[in-house]
């Protein structure tokens, strides 16, 4: 059975920081790109970042640009998203998802796996 399980998320107050883990389990995505998406309270889910199978490409939304960094661990099945700076507006349930793509997408439809999410709240 493949599994995404994030981790990671928290209370922080602004301007700090969180950096989230994404395992996957059930199968290697060392070939896929991944991604995170996030949704905030009475709000659409929205893509944050995703990175390429290799790593060496990666995508951001512009609301997190120069904050937040996305990763990889390939040995691990792992993804990660560092988040700095962070403001209350980035309050949300993060999402860890994979794609049968190699290249990173802002879009959510062709995310194929998703896990059940990680609560992010940032105090003003």
């Known amino acids: 059975q493949v599994q995404l399980v994030e981790s990671g998320g928290g209370l922080v107050q602004a301007g700090g920081s969180l950096r989230l883990s994404c395992a996957a389990s059930?199968?290697?995505?060392?070939?896929?790109?991944m991604g995170w998406f996030r949704q905030a309270p009475g709000k659409e889910r929205e893509f944050v970042a995703a990175?390429?199978?290799?790593?060496?490409?990666?995508l951001y939304a512009d609301s997190v640009k120069g904050r937040f960094t996305i990763s990889r661990d390939n040995a691990k099945n792992t993804v990660y998203l560092q988040m700095n700076s962070l403001k209350p507006e980035d309050t949300a349930v993060y999402y860890c998802?994979?794609?049968?793509?190699?290249?990173?997408?802002?879009?959510?439809?062709?995310?194929?796996?998703w896990g059940q999410g990680t609560q992010v709240t940032v105090s003003s």
């Open positions: 998802a994979a794609t049968h793509f190699v290249m990173p997408t802002m879009r959510s439809s062709r995310y194929s796996y």
């Open positions: 059930g199968r290697s995505f060392s070939n896929d790109a």
């Open positions: 990175i390429s199978w290799s790593g060496d490409s990666t």
